[in-house]
């Protein structure tokens, strides 16, 4: 596989990209609001909070709840999350693949960017078979100024990688963070399958996405492939 010689890395987030995640964090997010008092459809749920850290949304939880969202509480939400993650979650279709020819392809200069904390990115790494294309090039929202769709973990990336953002390409799918890989300056690849747990082909293309893709398998010929044919 050749490489276009606009990018010089690959940036992917982690939930949703990497590993199929989403249903399992925001089934246990659904059944805790639920105990608070907020009843949500597990797709209510999904089209609220996917693509961001629950840390970042306690100010609607309490508005919708009416009760405090404690830092005990958010150690129960992270417990329960990891106890689901490591009895269930697995690879995206085709990401451990996508990732070994990129990591070959690109010298190893491929690295994660996620909005979640670092404890479950590597948790899910290990668990999904991708840390040996990952490891060392983990970065986490959590440990950044600002969270997605803010561009900082993004940014940190690429630095680290010692490549301009403007030569990397960012693989999301969601909207929050497709906006922080175009603000990073970035070319963003929106992968978009029709299973639950990811922003639409329309939206994703609104918030700047420069191509969409619905199997992960074609993402190394993709970004062999002009992104404005």
């Known amino acids: 596989m050749s490489k276009l010689p606009e990018f010089d890395a690959v940036l992917f987030d982690c939930d949703g990209v990497l590993v199929d995640s989403e249903p399992i964090t925001n089934g246990v997010l659904r059944d805790m609001l639920e105990e608070l008092g907020w009843t ?15 840390k970042d949304e306690v100010a609607l939880i309490e508005s919708r709840t009416g009760q405090r969202i404690t830092e005990d509480w958010m150690a129960r939400f992270r417990e329960r999350r990891n106890e689901g993650l490591v009895q269930r979650v697995q690879a995206i279709d085709g990401a ?20 979640a904390d670092r404890f479950k990115v590597e948790l899910q790494m290990d668990k999904c078979g991708l840390m040996p294309y990952f490891k060392g090039r983990i970065f986490s929202g959590h440990e950044m100024p600002r969270s997605k769709p803010a561009p900082d973990v993004y940014l940190a990336a690429a630095a680290a990688l010692g490549v301009p953002a403007s030569r990397c390409a960012v693989v999301e799918d969601t909207v929050t963070g497709v906006t922080a890989g175009v603000a990073a300056g970035a070319t963003v690849f929106g992968y978009s399958p029709p299973e639950a747990g990811h922003d639409a082909p329309e939206a994703l293309r609104k918030a700047g996405a420069a191509r969409i893709f619905t199997n992960m398998a074609d993402l190394p010929g993709l970004l062999a492939a002009p992104t404005h044919p």
């Open 40 to 54: 949500l459809t597990p797709a209510e749920c999904m089209r609220i909070f996917v693509g961001k850290a629950v």
């Open 96 to 115: 451990v693949q996508a990732a070994a020819q990129l990591y070959a392809a690109f010298a190893g200069r491929i690295a994660c960017a996620s909005g």
